[in-house]
């Protein structure tokens, strides 16, 4: 051997066994989840992991890999472990340890990642118990008639869209965009308290930069490189640009509600507290970065200067900040900050956030929904006749009097059952709508929205992980003491600081061996009281709102408008598609996007009683 391949062997050497130094951690983890099965394995893994790695997605890879290989998959990814976890027991374990609060590096790639959403450790608690309150219940009642009065605008805005349609035929983005611009109208109204009539126009294109933005911050999740702007813009100039056009849109758009509603504030507040309003000002102006919102040319100052002083035009509703229950997100943001308990900065950068992550998921499921029910026309009809039937029974208990009083704009060409459309609803209405809570549920296990969690472990932890076989479905509630052999099949393992869990809710909620036969089917019954009876689930089973310590602050208020929106929709149109189920393609994002929307059309029609 010659002298220079002796050293480039020793170099060689030296430098796995630094490597290897520098993971044993990782490979005391494997070893012990796995045993030595694991460590074999881990070459195995890396190659499938490069095979399957187009478009450089880690995520689709390694549940790629999952076909595979026992649950949980754990691989050596650098200095680090990738934990994938798909069955409910260790998703318990995860969601519910303090030690998995927090979200990872990969997570930084979404645009406004200086919120709630994206908070950590002790600012993460404190943030979540000044927030909680903007979603209680009796807030979330206050905004019925909000929820309502969009719903019914989007109603009528996809009459004038079919008036204009051939044959009919709405396609999935257009109506897409409906539901997001009507969404987007909610968010802004009950967050921020402003009316902005996105549903009937959004002529500065306020929803599409929202989407794109998402679209881009997925992209940045899954491609975390992209996530230095030099890269980005070095690899990809013209995503680049739109994303800093979208960018400043949005932050010109939140800035400019928060300085209105802030200009609202102080003149409420001036003669009793003058001296906060002073210091709020003082912050606003003297922020460099108030709007930290990963502007990607870093330089956010100019654009969000501009936006405070020019402002646009959009028509305000009264406030109505003295009612003691009525603690509307950004007020309860500027009650923090005169307490001072939140900056100027904050309170911008939590309002994209909300904004923004209250309008995406919320579209997208409503879109889910519509497209299960146009697939499955059976479901929408049962659904219907739910919906008709209590409206009708409203409708009729109504006092004469109020009943003309609501009516007496509604033309009668409108709709052979105008009256019933018209109605106001309220929380009993969908409390008597069992079925309406089945399809949702069923539309948000099948196709979920949010489809995959990703946390970071912040200390060493012991948790209880499910191995091997997963949990067999309990198949009736009499041989529930089953479930005993669920816990002999967990085992505690140590996992180590900064091991990377990814939670695949979507291939979870699609699993036979908990979910049965119709596993892959929109299946409402899944979610009847019947079934659940004789098909006991672990409570981990369902999460499309996660679970545990860092569950979805508004879910509730999800369900709400999703309900009061698909009442609207399917009480007055009749949905139809070509698409099965079976061909959709997902394309794995932040939220659950299709493939070919681009070639999904629905067909609509006005829905009339003899069909
Ligand atoms: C159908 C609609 C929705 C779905 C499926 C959904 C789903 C989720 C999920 C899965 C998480 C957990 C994320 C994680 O742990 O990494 C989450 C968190 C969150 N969601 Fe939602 N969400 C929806 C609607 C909303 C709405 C309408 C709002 C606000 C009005 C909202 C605000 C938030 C916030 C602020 C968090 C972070 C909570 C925290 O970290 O404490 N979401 N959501």
């Known amino acids: 051997m010659s002298m220079f391949n002796y050293y ?16 044993r951690e990782c490979w005391f983890f494997i070893w012990k989840l796995r045993g030595w099965r694991g460590i074999m394995e ?67 790639g979404f645009f406004a990642n200086k919120g709630l959403l994206h908070a950590k450790d002790e600012e993460w608690k404190i943030r979540r118990k000044q927030l909680n309150p903007t ?44 539901i997001s611009r009507a969404v987007l109208e909610v968010s802004c109204l009950t967050t921020m308290d402003t009316a902005t009539h996105f549903t009937r126009s959004d002529t500065k294109g306020i929803t599409k930069a929202y989407r794109t933005l998402m679209e881009i911050s997925a992209l940045r999740t ?25 960018n400043k849109l949005v932050e010109k758009f939140v800035i400019d509600m928060v300085q209105r509603k802030l200009d609202e504030w102080y003149a409420k507040t001036q003669m009793s507290n003058r001296e906060t309003k002073i210091n709020i000002v003082k912050e606003l102006k003297n922020s460099n970065n108030i709007a930290g919102i990963n502007n990607p040319d870093g330089n956010n100052s100019n654009d969000v200067t501009d936006a405070l002083v020019g402002g646009m035009n959009y028509s305000i509703p009264l406030v109505n900040v003295d009612s003691e229950h009525k603690r509307i997100f950004i007020y309860q943001l500027f009650h923090l900050a005169e307490m001072g308990e939140l900056t100027l900065e904050e309170i911008v950068n939590e309002t994209q956030s909300m904004v923004m992550v209250s309008f995406e998921t919320v579209s997208t499921s409503i879109m889910n ?76 296990r099948l196709l979920t929205t949010v489809p995959m969690n990703i946390r970071n472990v912040s200390k060493d932890i012991q948790l209880h992980i ?73 409570t981990f089973a369902f999460i499309p709102f996660s679970k545990g310590l860092r569950t979805c602050i508004g879910s509730r208020y999800s369900i709400y408008v ?47 009683q003899q069909k």
């Open 135 to 178: 979603f209680s219940h009796k807030i979330l009642l206050s905004f019925f008639n909000t929820f309502d009065a969009v719903g019914q605008e989007m109603q009528l805005q996809l009459s004038e869209m079919l008036l204009q349609a051939k044959a009919h035929k709405i396609s999935f983005e257009a109506l897409e965009d409906l």
């Open 42 to 108: 881990q070459p195995i893994l890396w190659l499938l992991l490069f095979i399957n790695l187009e478009p450089n997605n880690v995520m689709l890879a390694v549940k790629r890999c999952r076909k595979y290989f026992k649950s949980p998959v754990a691989v050596i990814v650098g200095t680090r472990i990738l934990l994938y976890i798909d069955d409910p027991d260790t998703m318990e374990a995860v969601l519910t340890a303090p030690e998995c609060l927090n979200k990872t590096f990969l997570q930084n």
């Open 369 to 444: 929904v519509l497209l299960c029910l146009a697939i499955n026309r059976e479901y929408q009809n049962e659904l219907r006749n739910e919906i008709r039937q209590v409206l009708s029974n409203v409708s009729t208990q109504e006092p004469q009097h109020q009943h003309q009083q609501r009516t007496k704009h509604i033309s009668p060409a409108d709709n052979d059952n105008a009256d019933d459309f018209h109605l106001p609803l309220v929380m009993e209405n969908l409390q008597q709508m069992p079925y309406l809570d089945m399809i949702i549920n069923e539309s948000l």
């Open 466 to 538: 499910a191995q091997g076989k997963k949990q067999q479905r309990i198949p009736d509630i009499d041989k529930l003491h089953d479930s005993q052999n669920v816990i002999k099949n967990k085992r505690i393992v140590w996992i180590p600081k900064n091991t990377l869990i990814a939670m695949d809710t979507f291939s979870m909620q699609r699993d036979q061996s908990i979910w049965g036969p119709y596993a892959e089917k929109f299946y409402p019954k899944h979610f009847s009281k019947e079934y659940q009876e004789c098909h006991a689930r672990h």
């Open 562 to 608: 999703l309900k009061i929106f698909l009442i609207k929709l399917i009480s007055r149109f009749d949905f139809d598609t070509s698409t099965c189920l079976e061909n959709l393609e997902f394309v794995e994002g932040i939220s659950l996007k299709l493939r070919q929307s681009k070639n999904i059309e629905f067909h609509i029609c006005p829905y009339t």
């Open 222 to 246: 899954i491609k975390p490189w992209l996530q230095i702007d030099n890269i980005f813009r070095w690899l990809n100039e013209e995503i680049y640009k739109k994303c800093k056009r979208c």
């Open 8 to 23: 480039m062997l020793t170099a060689c050497t030296l430098l796995c066994l630094l490597i290897f130094y520098v993971q």
